[in-house]
């Protein structure tokens, strides 16, 4: 069974950044799809940045030019840098992987991103 598991949310004030980690219980080359995605109080969840099919990141637009995702192989991890952070991105931030050869994502428990005006 996958198990991800999600670090660094926290309180942070608009125009901070912050930088999400997903650690993996395998190898980040097994997933074909792997990558971040939220849900905002009140809203649909939502794609944030993943890798798709291992390859180029999809990224939502509101999110380009201020988001990065990338893959820490050695540690088995896939990270978010989140720069000129917004109100509008709080949100609860999963991380979320599709093993390849597989049809079902398994999902991290969520970490709390509040973002202050």
């Known amino acids: 069974q996958v198990q991800l598991v999600e670090s660094g949310g926290g309180l942070v004030q608009a125009g901070g950044s912050l930088r999400l980690s997903c650690a993996a219980s395998?190898?980040?080359?097994?997933?074909?799809?792997m990558g971040w995605y939220r849900q905002a109080p009140g809203k649909q969840r939502e794609l944030v940045a993943v890798f798709i099919s291992g390859g180029i990141p999809k990224y939502a637009d509101s999110v380009k030019d201020r988001f990065t995702i990338s893959r820490d192989n050695a540690k088995n991890a896939v990270n978010l840098q989140m720069n000129s952070l917004k109100p509008e991105d709080t949100a609860v931030y999963y991380c979320?992987?599709?093993?390849?050869?597989?049809?079902?994502?398994?999902w991290g428990q969520g970490t709390q991103v509040p973002v202050s005006s």
């Open positions: 979320a992987g599709r093993p390849t050869g597989n049809t079902l994502w398994s």
């Open positions: 395998r190898s980040v080359f097994s997933f074909n799809d």
